[in-house]
């Protein structure tokens, strides 16, 4: 099970942080994926992390403002977004992966208003 | 920079028909890095088919997926009221270590 933080108010210009807790599992085999999709629209990849190497990626648009960590002590990725404009306005969600498996939290509501 | 293109926008059609679904690649993508996903109003998206052609677990026989180099392809063979859903491709580039996904095609009730 992937449970994700709850919905937060943001204003422009600040970050938001957002958590994904896994349970029943230590990270060690998954990737875990964050995905965004802003109101009534498509599905958009922002990044990933292994946790077991500590190494994230991410999508080009988002690299200088973006941030993808792993605890995995308490199986737990964040995904910290800054610098916020009303174009980020969305459900993030995160996932948990490995081949042939994924596992989705409930995603988490970020609204950028002023 | 990979586009993919997703068609039709909107597939309309009852259940028990057949749904076949196009995913196009502005450049060619390798078969293991297309995949396909599902997703519900107000749920989260669900993997239903990895590198092309296989099935996620869980996922029932009747969606099948083939293709390769640019043409990819999602085939569900016959519709069941739960498949009506936005269906999404999505590549994996391996130079930038990056996804990205198409714009999705809705399949809804005829």
Known sequence: QVVQSGAEIKTPGSSVKVSCRSSGNTLATYTISWVRQAPGQGLEWVGRIVPIFGVAHYAQKFRDRVTITADKVTTTSYMELTSLTFEDTAIYYCATEETGSSTWGQGTLVIVSS | ?110
Request: glycine content about 10%; charged content about 15%.
């Open chain 2, 1 to 110: 920079e990979i586009v993919l293109t997703q068609s039709p926008g909107t597939l309309s059609l009852s259940p028990g028909e057949r749904a076949t679904l196009s995913c196009r690649a502005s450049q060619s993508v390798s078969s293991s890095y297309l995949a396909w996903y599902q997703q519900k109003p107000g749920q989260a998206p669900r993997l239903l088919i990895y590198g092309t052609s296989n099935r996620a677990t869980g996922i029932p026989d009747r969606f099948s997926g083939s293709g390769s180099g640019t043409d990819f392809t999602l085939t569900i063979s016959r519709l069941e009221p739960e498949d009506f859903a936005v269906y999404y491709c999505q590549q994996y580039v391996p130079s930038t270590e990056g996804f990205s996904f198409g714009p999705g095609t809705k399949v809804d009730f005829k």
